[in-house]
């Protein structure tokens, strides 16, 4: 698969995103496109000469002369910037020469540049960020996670459409569970929009285990969790800040407890582990589904085994072809 | 003070109750009225007569014959059980012969009953249940948590000016920090409603900060957390959720480094001291604001010790005449 990753975007970018690059090049057969301006790349790359052999890792530099910034107006900046680092990407996979589009930096923009070059799908009302969500087991796939504020039914339904071909597809999840995130098991819990969404996944032929609690998310009991934009993104960072909480104040609980500093080594290899597990560093980044083409969308603050995640990602969607599946499954069901 | 406890409501009553009765009565100077059919809580309270004197504790058994389900539709087991234990609870405080009451059952119809028996303040468009949930150095609120699932932009900015007299009544928080949940920072990130309720909270009169992120709550950056009860509920639930598969995740991290096993000890310690903080047993119930009297809703699983704080929480919120404040500070301020 061919890869073509936005060098400016994130927050430590370009020496997250070459970083990247490079290990997902050491990591994998794929080839990455490292798009933006030449010379920055290029400069950045010989940091790491010593270290690999560079001629042999399956990476090429693809200039671009602009870049777009993080607090940009996406639709703007996307449509002011053709040659922007975000807007080739995007273009390359529109034209075929890339399987993949992977951008860490202003998630806003990435939308826009997917919906301008990619277009979306037929019959696709809005795309969706599809985030993955580590559970007590495995994960799940919150859709959307940001990509849609204000939802109809008809929206959410296409989400848990999308999302339960690419957990089906990707992950390798059989029957995908989806559920529609609320306020109580029962049918007749919920606002307006869950309501009238439960009754539309009840009769879409999908997996559909009804209503999830907030409490049920990390439990596991969903592969898809369908919910708002505005939801699924309070509720993905809620939990970072949670988890980061948590840790800091099992840390300082330790503290307290000073005969307690003896286990900190052990504490450590625990706590190295659940951090692992939680961190979104881990799971890459989250796809933009709907758009005719494989868009990634990554954490800002991306690091370079981030952003290889990231990278891997779409390469893996590319692989199971998830547009043309969708594409299909459009085709199959009934939509609106 | 004197308060109403809804002896048969929560997953555990009546033996939560009672037991949660004994201890507040233990703890403070408070009398508490056990609410419901007599027999049954003689018989519950029987079994501590060996281990407290009960007739030294300010508690009395006031009859009520009915109860009121988990499952029971709430408006209408309201209009129907008049003399049911919650019905029979919000009647005391309308009645002025208790200064709150509170109940750990069926949510739904707690603010059914508080709405048919205290009534609406003047002027409050819709009561709110504000919860309060851990921080890293405290606590804030959140309100709406489960009252009102779908809301208009009025409807928040009281939920805000509400919850932010109770934070600095009850909590003595000088100049509660309040913000409105929402997907960035910037006051042009959100969904239709919370751009609208940036833009009152703003001329409020109140602390606002303005939009706050997920990642920001546990993070303590605002004292009260303004969302609707839809958002409210599955970031509260979610959270519980995650700190529960965190700990089990430490645990089952632990397991997998059997070096670590000898740690254990001190680390059951701080995980006790974790989960004490995560824990909304010592958060004791959420005050139902809005409504004119003291209406404290507890979690339905809640034991002895959560019953016992909902009840002390009942009781500072009427020592600190928490309703008159709301009355005052509602007249004060625009708010339609």
Same mark, same amino acid.
């Given at each position: 698969m061919i890869i073509a990753l936005d060098a400016m975007g994130g927050d430590f970018a370009p020496a997250s995103t070459v970083e990247g690059a490079i290990f997902a090049a050491k990591e994998s057969k794929h080839k990455i496109l490292l798009v933006g301006p030449e010379k920055i790349i290029a400069e950045e790359m010989l940091k790491y000469h010593k270290k690999y052999n560079l001629q042999s890792l399956n990476i090429e530099i693809v200039n671009a002369t602009e870049v777009i910034g993080m607090d940009e107006h996406p639709a703007k900046a996307v449509r002011q910037k053709k040659d922007s680092s975000l807007s080739v990407c995007a273009k390359l996979v529109a034209a075929g020469k890339a399987d993949a589009c992977v951008s860490l930096g202003n998630s806003g923009a990435a939308m826009a540049a997917a919906l301008f070059? /990619? &277009?979306?799908?037929?019959?696709? /009302?809005r795309p969706a960020i599809c985030s993955p969500f580590p559970t007590i087991d495995g994960q799940c796939i919150i859709s959307d996670s940001g990509a849609n504020m204000d939802c109809k039914p008809e929206h959410l339904l296409q989400f848990g459409i999308m999302a339960s071909i690419y957990c089906e597809k990707?992950?390798?999840?059989?029957k995908p569970r989806v559920g529609i995130v609320s306020v109580?098991?029962?049918?007749? &819990?919920?606002n307006e929009v869950s309501l009238a969404t439960y009754e539309m996944l009840k009769k879409s032929g999908l997996n559909f285990i009804g209503n999830i609690e907030g409490r049920d998310i990390s439990r596991g009991k969903a592969d898809v969790v369908v919910c708002d934009g505005f939801v699924g993104n309070v509720i993905l960072k809620f939990g970072e800040g949670l988890a980061e909480t948590m840790l800091k104040l099992v840390k300082k609980g330790f503290k307290k407890h000073p005969i307690a500093w003896a286990s900190l080594p052990f504490l450590w290899t625990a706590l190295r582990d659940l951090r692992k597990k939680v961190d979104y560093r881990g799971y890459g980044g989250a796809p933009l589904l709907g758009v005719d083409g494989v868009c990634i969308i990554g954490h800002g603050s991306s690091n370079g085994t981030a952003v290889m995640n990231a990278v891997l990602a779409g390469a893996r969607a590319a692989e199971h072809d998830i547009t043309k599946e969708i594409k299909e499954a459009l085709q199959n069901t009934k939509l609106q």
């Amino acid at each position: 698969m061919i890869i073509a990753l936005d060098a400016m975007g994130g927050d430590f970018a370009p020496a997250s995103t070459v970083e990247g690059a490079i290990f997902a090049a050491k990591e994998s057969k794929h080839k990455i496109l490292l798009v933006g301006p030449e010379k920055i790349i290029a400069e950045e790359m010989l940091k790491y000469h010593k270290k690999y052999n560079l001629q042999s890792l399956n990476i090429e530099i693809v200039n671009a002369t602009e870049v777009i910034g993080m607090d940009e107006h996406p639709a703007k900046a996307v449509r002011q910037k053709k040659d922007s680092s975000l807007s080739v990407c995007a273009k390359l996979v529109a034209a075929g020469k890339a399987d993949a589009c992977v951008s860490l930096g202003n998630s806003g923009a990435a939308m826009a540049a997917a919906l301008f070059y /990619l &277009k979306r799908i037929d019959g696709v /009302l809005r795309p969706a960020i599809c985030s993955p969500f580590p559970t007590i087991d495995g994960q799940c796939i919150i859709s959307d996670s940001g990509a849609n504020m204000d939802c109809k039914p008809e929206h959410l339904l296409q989400f848990g459409i999308m999302a339960s071909i690419y957990c089906e597809k990707v992950f390798r999840t059989e029957k995908p569970r989806v559920g529609i995130v609320s306020v109580g098991e029962e049918p007749t &819990k919920g606002n307006e929009v869950s309501l009238a969404t439960y009754e539309m996944l009840k009769k879409s032929g999908l997996n559909f285990i009804g209503n999830i609690e907030g409490r049920d998310i990390s439990r596991g009991k969903a592969d898809v969790v369908v919910c708002d934009g505005f939801v699924g993104n309070v509720i993905l960072k809620f939990g970072e800040g949670l988890a980061e909480t948590m840790l800091k104040l099992v840390k300082k609980g330790f503290k307290k407890h000073p005969i307690a500093w003896a286990s900190l080594p052990f504490l450590w290899t625990a706590l190295r582990d659940l951090r692992k597990k939680v961190d979104y560093r881990g799971y890459g980044g989250a796809p933009l589904l709907g758009v005719d083409g494989v868009c990634i969308i990554g954490h800002g603050s991306s690091n370079g085994t981030a952003v290889m995640n990231a990278v891997l990602a779409g390469a893996r969607a590319a692989e199971h072809d998830i547009t043309k599946e969708i594409k299909e499954a459009l085709q199959n069901t009934k939509l609106q």
